[in-house]
């Protein structure tokens, strides 16, 4: 299988690795806009070779997309304007509706399957790659009926290859349900970097950050270049995920002011339950093909 | 040296295990009002024997106290009121001012050194102790200059065993500093935690929760009965970290609704600093005896 990745970034290099550690990539070609990482993914083995955006995209099996969503609202039509009838695009961006709906009436919309899979660190660039960053982890596949049934079964087989389970959703609940599980967290992240750092001396956070502060503020060591863009496409449903959380975190604040401790109590109560829920206590939160069928639209 | 450790939850349970690994500690007393976390940290072994509060304290040479703070200040007179003169007292404590104000006019006060590790995870209890969760972390010893230098040296002597370093401030000050780096994440986390709650289905987020959900999540899982005191006893300084995290958020949002992007990007170009400051990138926050001089107030 001949797959073209656009993007070795953190996403498109791990990628790489684990699709020919899996032998379902038999040959891949990287194409970046960045000479330097280009080079980079080169010497580090990620690619077997290195093509133009135009060269890259001809005679391929499947085409990965892992670039910043901005740039890639600004390629994809054209990609699909020049591929073979029979090769798979598939991207890696975390929106989903400025993006499907820009080629929702291109010719080859059948060849395109939107995927998000939910994996990633606050690190980026070629050098960031990592074996298995997706394994165990799952990828939700965008309005599944717009692509075509093969392209679909494509992906599908790709990303089980990496170990991932797959959700499927329609573009605009993923990006509801990202905004607040993805996109909002970011965000969060962001806020408490600046906002402590207006008020505390840098060597005083350096000397006093220990592990709980380190794990609430890592996700503002994220780029600007890859995450700026994505507020932007999804900029109405982060706001309600910002509106939502300020809401609760002045709630918080006002309990703590008026000492109603009872009601604090409750909220710290309230909060903790985040715990059986991420380690899927309730057994019927075990992933099973019923529970799919029902929550998502398949 | 005999060491009694009142509270064997994660605290006084890791510190066992490191005690006595070292050989610092030859003997270890346990003291817990919980009979079960008493009776789990005598089979796992982290203490020799179990003691009633009256019968732990007399005749030992170090008594640790690591227990909420609620608690802590309704017995650490008492302990003060009883111990021999050769005897240190440590507390663990994550808040200082209300602690230290309560034994100030104490007969015994030179023999308590305030203490605040920098160092714990989002588990509680015996079992949730861990060997050599304090090293390359950092102390706060709070006021050194009201505790006798024969109890300060030993103090330090122990978080030097550790593998911990030493930082000094006045109680005042650490409460300001830890409620910025420790107390408003957990109060960011727990509201976090609810806001994702009041919007998403919990199969959503189990199925969603990726890698970064999860990092800025975690301290949301914090029990209730550690956690409450500590915003109590420090409400003044979390709630003004609240309303500087909540004006950041509000910033930024209202950036983002309003299509600011120049300055949307700055605040993310901003928050990205937290890597190089979280890394000690630059060469002045090198740890050296020259910066804990300057910096804080030994």
Redesign the interface.
């Known amino acids: 299988m001949r797959i073209t990745i656009i993007g070795l970034g953190l996403i498109g290099g791990s990628l790489a690795m684990d699709l020919r550690k899996s032998k379902f990539a038999t040959e891949l070609i990287g194409v970046d806009s960045s000479e330097k990482h280009a080079d980079q993914a080169l010497k580090i083995g990620l690619v077997d070779r290195i093509e133009s955006l135009e060269k890259g995209v001809e005679n391929t099996d499947i085409i990965i997309i892992a670039i910043p969503v901005d740039k890639e609202v600004a390629i994809l039509a054209q990609i699909l304007d020049t591929i073979n009838n029979n090769t798979t695009v598939i991207d890696m961006s975390s929106t989903k509706r400025v993006i499907t709906e820009s080629v929702r009436n291109h010719l080859k919309r059948k060849n395109f399957v939107p995927a998000h899979p ?5 690190n980026s660039g070629p050098t960031a790659a990592l074996e298995g960053l997706f394994k165990g ?2 990828t ?1 596949l965008c309005d599944h009926e717009d692509s075509g049934s093969q392209h679909l079964a494509m992906a599908e087989k790709m990303f089980q290859v990496l170990g991932m ?1 797959i ?1 499927y959703m329609t573009a605009d609940e993923q990006d509801h ?2 905004a ?3 996109h ?41 270049t890859m ?2 863009p994505i ?2 496409q999804n ?1 109405n449903y ?2 309600e ?13 006002d309990c ?2 008026n ?1 109603q ?1 009872d009601k ?2 409750d ?9 059986g ?2 380690e ?1 206590e ?1 057994p ?2 075990v ?1 099973n093909e019923e ?1 799919i069928v029902k ?1 998502y639209t398949k």
Chains 1, 2 share one sequence.
């Open positions: 939910m994996s990633g660190t606050e982890k799952i939700i389970d959700a349900s990202t607040f599980v993805s909002l967290p970011h965000a969060a992240a962001y806020a408490l970097a600046n906002a402590v750092q207006s008020k505390e001396d840098r060597s005083i956070i350096f000397d006093l950050a220990s592990g709980g502060f380190n794990s609430t503020v890592r996700l503002a060591k994220s780029s600007s995450w700026h507020f932007q900029r982060v706001v995920s910002l509106d939502v959380y300020i809401k609760h975190l002045q709630e918080f604040r703590l002011y000492e401790d604090l109590h909220l710290i109560v309230s909060a903790n339950k985040i715990r829920i991420l899927g309730n019927h939160f992933k529970k929550l």
